[in-house]
């Protein structure tokens, strides 16, 4: 030990591989002791039911890049990681001692993320530290040594003991697993395959402001690849700080998936243009992603509401930076009595987006709590919420109108059910051509990626309804 430094200081970890091959981090980074208790703070909030990213919120700083990327880890593989820690003490330990076990396990299976690639010596290593300085752990470290390093010694049998179970295997609770067995007979593994994948970042290009060539070449000016995936989408190969690209003040651009970027054109095709411009209403809005494509693709008053005044006020920044405007409105889309008349002066719509709250089971990857937060009961119950609002809006819409009806969800019932049941009530209720069932897809980079709606990108639900003329 060299003079001056604790025990804990030290002992610094000990990098595989991979991520002796990352560049150095300007900053030095805390120890991995003090991330892995992190890690597991924010893994017993989400255990919890708090969301990922307000628990990343109680997190300093100066550490919540880190830990963001070594929570996501865990939630993509915490299947499996319980499932080991169920072997390795089949009493659950204490709630502290239970997270930061599933953590280092997690971690340990995580060997393909460079982001985080430790050696497993080293994350138990770090992991019994992690133990020994907090109050919550200290009397359980010689039990974490002692699972931990069992693991070590029986890592390639324990794996082996977990062949049939599904949860293990695909790392998602089992109801959800089986709702996806139901739904997509055929698919269903590659769904949860790519929902344990990476989400790239994906930008649209506001055609307002400049054009896909010109920001790619803007990219590419500043040693940063993109991929065009016509007519607004650019795929990054490599993640970057979204406030340090290029025009980012002026509105070049904003983020957002490329199966999200299919709703704004999809309603607005095909919509007669009249003398006025069009008057579309964007129910559930925030943070404004399709409000603000809306505006990009067309001279049209949008009114985007949603019930969250803070999710409100992200509307109307995103808008500010992008240089658009909009009507935006505080109010509960299901309950247009209160709105309707005083705001809107009772004018019927020429379009309605209806992106509808649900499960958000097609959008994992970039949300990788979310399958340990929902629950089964929450599809039925959300589906419900969907059809309330369908039925409030419907009304609203004009003759020759159409509503785009969608969700970021891949669930049957939250989608094509839902939009059946709603033809079967209502006559006047035209399905067009639509996506209907996007499901999400993570595949390798290349540069002329398909315009077929099968790139790189989210799952999704669209159904384009018109109300027919009497």
Known sequence: MKPGLTKGQARQPKLSQAAQAMPA???????????????????????????????????????RPGIQALSFAVLRHLGTA???RRSLAHKA????????????????????????????????????????RHSSTLRQAAFINACLRRYLRERQALHAGLAKDLVAQWNHPLWWI?????????????????????????????????????YQSALEAINLVAFAAPPQALQLQHAAAVTQLPG?????????????????????????????PLRILDACAAPGGKTAH????ADCQVTALDIDPERCQRIHENLARLGLQAGVLVADAAQPAAWWS?????????????????????IVRRHPDVRWLRRASDVEQLAAVQARLLAALWPLLAPGGRLLYCTCSVFRSEGEQQVQTFLAHNTQALLLPSPGHLLPQSGALSPELPDNGQCDQDGFFYALLEKRIA
């Not at 994350?123 to 530290?129: G, H």
């Not at 007979?185 to 010109?214: D, E, G, V």
């Not at 005083?342 to 097609?362: E, K, M, N, R, V």
Request: proline share 8%.
């Open 25 to 63: 981090s300007p900053m030095q980074s805390p120890p991995l002791w003090q991330q892995l208790q992190a890690t597991a703070a924010v893994l017993t909030q989400v255990r919890g039911g708090r969301s990922l990213t307000p628990a990343l919120q109680s997190i300093a700083p100066q550490l």
């Open 82 to 84: 319980e499932s080991l």
């Open 93 to 132: 330990p204490p709630p502290a001692v239970d997270a930061l076990l599933c953590v280092v396990l997690a971690l340990a299976c995580a060997s393909g993320d460079e982001a985080v690639a430790y050696e497993a010596h080293t994350l138990v290593d770090q992991a019994v530290e992690a133990g020994k």
């Open 178 to 214: 089986q709702r996806l067995q139901q739904d997509h007979p055929q698919q269903w593994q590659s769904i949860l395959a790519a929902n344990n994948a990476k989400a790239p970042l994906m930008l649209r290009i506001n055609p307002r402001k400049t054009s896909l060539t010109q």
């Open 248 to 276: 980012y003040a002026q509105g070049h651009f904003s983020v957002q998936d490329a199966a999200a970027q299919k709703a704004a054109p999809l309603l607005l095709q095909g919509l007669a243009h009249g003398a006025q």
């Open 294 to 297: 809306l505006l990009e693709l």
């Open 342 to 362: 005083s705001q809107c002066q009772s004018q019927l719509f020429d379009a309605i987006l209806l992106d509808a709250p649900c499960t958000a089971s097609g």
